[in-house]
């Protein structure tokens, strides 16, 4: 609390309002701030506002302003401090219903208590008149007869009309009690409507940013960054990598206008994305014609290099389809290059602002130098690819090959039977 309140003063100190101010003339100028659109200024007035206004006890500006800095916190940051406004909102309300029903209470008490004290002034006045001497009583019982049963009957009279004045008394305060706890309660209801509304957003728009981190990153990582706030990177003994690129982009972009280009490209990686899905492969990235992706993290896969084999055939199959389609019609069209490389490497996250996960090692490097060795139309695989799935598909020895910076290295292109056998298994 202390903590608070030196908080409040520097605040106070450093946007320039003067201690002299009230809190309704603060809550007045935070509300000015809020229509201007200028919410933090708003938010920092409304706390000062709220401060001066629990000093003062000021139940009512205290609710208000309570309602106010729930309403400009309603946002996925600060959705905590946004609740517990409204619960502070809901104290302070709860509070002074109790304080009002105290009042009525109270009032009741007294005027029973002036009712009884006008019952025992009349039991003094009979008292009084029992004190007088029988010879007295009898002299003035003819004269003072009529005038006794007439205050008789006005004291009746009273009492008639003191019973109906409590009984109406008590009738409206029931009523009066009856409204303001109706009113409490459908008050209520319709804060906690608002507050469910509030939070049922909250919980979407929390939805809607889980969606956008998990088109980003796996989820395996994505639920560590939001835990922790960090994700630590790993090694992984064996991963897949596969790199795709189209054979004369750069031409085939000069032909299209930027807007064919971006359709098209979309097209085919559109459809790259539900293969990799399909086979539980990671995509990493993208840059211009090339697609990049991983297959056994950031869970570990034991059949990473046959998943993997299979999307390549099933990106070949998509891309030919598309070619004769084009064909057909007279259009120019793509044609696909493909290396594959499995071994270790490091993956995780780079960035601040904008996360991206991404891959390191040596596995990386040599699947690409596997795709700028291949060939159109070819799925072309180093020798770890093939010793790891020589027995589960057909592979074409190319002989040694030279790669950049990597020297002679042996390669394998997986043979069209391959694809014929693959796809006969899936229709059976």
Not at 278 to 298: R, S
Not at 300 to 327: C, G, R, W
């Amino acid at each position: 609390m202390l903590f608070k309140q030196l908080l409040i003063i520097t605040l106070l100190l450093f946007t320039g309002f003067s201690f002299g101010q009230s809190a309704d003339q603060l809550y007045r100028e935070a509300s000015e701030y809020q229509k201007e659109g200028r919410k933090n200024k708003a938010i920092r007035t409304y706390e000062i506002a709220l401060s001066k206004a629990e000093a003062q006890k000021n139940i009512d500006l205290q609710m208000n302003c309570h309602l106010a800095l729930a309403e400009l916190k309603d946002n996925v940051i600060k959705y905590k401090e946004a609740l517990a406004h409204y619960q502070s909102f809901s104290a302070l309300y709860k509070s002074q219903m109790i304080e009002e029903k105290r009042v009525l209470t109270d009032s009741v008490s007294t005027l029973e208590t002036e009712v009884e004290t006008s019952s025992d002034e009349l039991d003094q006045k009979s008292k009084s008149i029992d004190s007088l001497t029988t010879e007295q009583l009898e002299s003035q019982l003819n004269i003072q007869g009529l005038e006794i049963d007439n205050q008789t009957h006005k004291l009746e009279i009273q009492r008639a009309a003191n019973r109906r004045n409590i009984l109406f008394l008590v009738l409206a305060m029931v009523l009066l009690a009856s409204f303001f706890v109706g009113w409490g309660y459908f008050r209520k209801r319709r804060l906690n409507s608002t507050l469910r509304n509030k939070n049922y957003q909250i919980a979407k728009e929390k939805e809607k940013s889980d969606v956008l981190l998990l088109n980003i990153l796996p989820k395996r990582v994505a639920d560590e960054l939001k835990e922790y706030g960090r994700a630590m990177p790993a090694s992984f003994k064996s991963a897949t990598v596969m790199f795709t690129d189209f054979k004369g982009f750069t031409k085939f972009s000069e032909q299209h206008s930027p807007e064919e280009i971006v359709s098209i490209i979309d097209h085919y990686f559109s459809a790259f994305d539900k293969i990799m899905e399909k086979y539980g492969i990671e995509k990493i990235k993208t840059i211009g014609d090339a697609y990049m992706c991983v297959a056994g993290i950031p869970e570990e896969d034991p059949q990473h290099v046959q998943n993997m084999i299979k999307a390549a055939i099933e990106m070949h199959q998509f891309v030919l389809e598309v070619a004769e389609k084009y064909k057909k019609e007279g259009k120019s069209y793509l044609e696909m290059r493909v290396g594959i490389h499995t071994g270790s490497l490091v993956a995780g996250i780079v960035g601040s602002r904008k996360f991206s996960y991404d891959v390191w090692g040596d596995a990386v490097n040599i699947a690409a130098r596997m795709e700028q060795s291949g060939e159109v139309g070819q799925i072309n695989v180093s020798e770890t690819v093939y010793e790891a799935a020589k027995t589960d598909f057909e592979f074409e020895f190319r002989g040694e090959v030279e790669a950049k910076n990597k020297g002679v290295m042996k390669m394998y292109f997986v043979t069209p039977s391959t694809y014929i056998r693959d796809f006969e298994q899936e229709e059976e």
